[in-house]
């Protein structure tokens, strides 16, 4: 993202684009957050499997529905 050089008529490239549009290969955090940190907007889609994988991964989501499975099981016996 460093090379980026945006053509100009009269003097020197910039190196800020208003706009940046990248497929799903770009779309990790790195690359968004770099882009958020030096005000460029950006057009890149998700991919569909990191919508609904981020939270799932995590211990504690799953210790609530966990813990009230035991105590209905408790509750029963």
Same mark, same amino acid.
């Given at each position: 993202m460093?090379?980026?050089?945006?053509p100009r008529?009269?003097?020197r490239p910039r190196r800020k684009p208003g706009s940046v549009a990248a497929d799903k290969a770009y *779309?990790? *955090?790195?690359?968004?957050r770099?882009? &958020?940190r030096r005000g460029i907007s950006h057009t890149i889609p998700e991919k569909s499997g990191s919508q609904a994988t981020?939270?799932?991964?995590r211990c504690y989501i799953h210790l609530g529905p966990t813990t009230v499975a035991?105590?209905?099981?408790?509750? &029963? *016996?």
């Amino acid at each position: 993202m460093d090379k980026i050089r945006v053509p100009r008529p009269v003097g020197r490239p910039r190196r800020k684009p208003g706009s940046v549009a990248a497929d799903k290969a770009y *779309s990790n *955090s790195l690359i968004r957050r770099y882009l &958020r940190r030096r005000g460029i907007s950006h057009t890149i889609p998700e991919k569909s499997g990191s919508q609904a994988t981020r939270c799932d991964k995590r211990c504690y989501i799953h210790l609530g529905p966990t813990t009230v499975a035991a105590l209905v099981i408790w509750l &029963r *016996s």
